[in-house]
């Protein structure tokens, strides 16, 4: 009988720990430790929108550099219409035009408006276009007629303050500015019947009267009483030197 050869040595028991969250296995059992390790990709969230991030981003974000990739929201604001930034109402302004060429109270507009809100893009409008109607070929008679505009604006409005009215000079540069436009209807008028020296003459003192009625009844209030005369004889002069600067007189 043969002896009994050498017994193989036992394998080594497997140690599970009962905590943790590894198990611990033998060499002879364990696979080959051969792979490749998968990295989710980085994700940037701007604006609800998931975009891929840039290994550029990642690098500057991780330096301290992630301001620069900040975008700003829009404003709301600065997407505003061109007329709406630089405050011009076209409807408003129309509506204006027609106080002024219409002042009968019986027709029934708020011609208060001319003097309560005042804006400073249809005055000048107006005024640049009495000035436009004014050349004939003297181009110098366009700021003298913006010139004469601001000052004899300034010039009722200082005059309407000493004597007690309740108006701001912006108000008056607006009234006067658009009460302009009486002269305007008349010009293409004096163009056709200039020739007939006694209607020119009632045309131009119709489109005096016109413009400066329109101006007087919205800057000479109540409160001036009997002072009336005193705002409205200057302003009468006004339009009559406006009506000068046009027919070369």
């Not at 490749?36 to 500057?60: C, M, Q, R």
């Not at 409205?232 to 046009?246: E, W």
Request: proline share 8%; net charge negative; glycine share 8%.
């Amino acid at each position: 009988m043969q002896p009994p050869g050498p017994q193989q040595p036992p394998p080594p028991p497997l140690f599970t720990p009962n905590n943790g969250d590894f198990t611990f296995v033998s060499s002879a059992d364990a696979e080959d430790p051969s792979g490749s390790i998968t990295t989710p990709d980085v994700k940037l969230n701007l604006g609800g929108e998931f975009i891929k991030e840039s290994s550029a981003t990642t690098f500057l974000r991780q330096r301290g550099y992630g301001w620069l990739l900040e975008v700003e929201d829009d404003d709301p604001e600065d997407n505003k219409p061109l007329l709406e930034e630089l405050d011009i109402d076209l409807k408003d302004i129309y509506y204006k035009i027609r106080c002024v060429l219409m002042p009968m109270p019986s027709l029934g507009f708020n011609r208060q408006v001319v003097r309560d809100n005042p804006d400073f893009w249809g005055p000048l409008a107006v005024v640049l276009f009495f000035s436009m109607i004014s050349l004939y070929g003297q181009f110098k008679v366009v700021s003298w007629i913006i010139t004469i505009w601001i000052f004899g604006s300034l010039t009722i409005f200082l005059l309407a303050r000493v004597l007690g009215g309740e108006v701001a000079y912006g108000q008056v540069l607006g009234v006067i500015g658009y009460s302009l436009l009486p002269l305007i209807v008349i010009a293409p008028v004096l163009l056709v019947v200039g020739s007939f020296e006694v209607v020119s003459t009632l045309i131009k003192l119709f489109g005096v009267f016109w413009a400066a009625y329109s101006a007087a009844s919205l800057l000479v209030g109540e409160e001036f009483k009997t002072k009336k005369p005193l705002l409205i004889y200057p302003i009468f002069l006004l339009y009559i030197y406006f009506l000068s600067l046009y027919t070369g007189v």
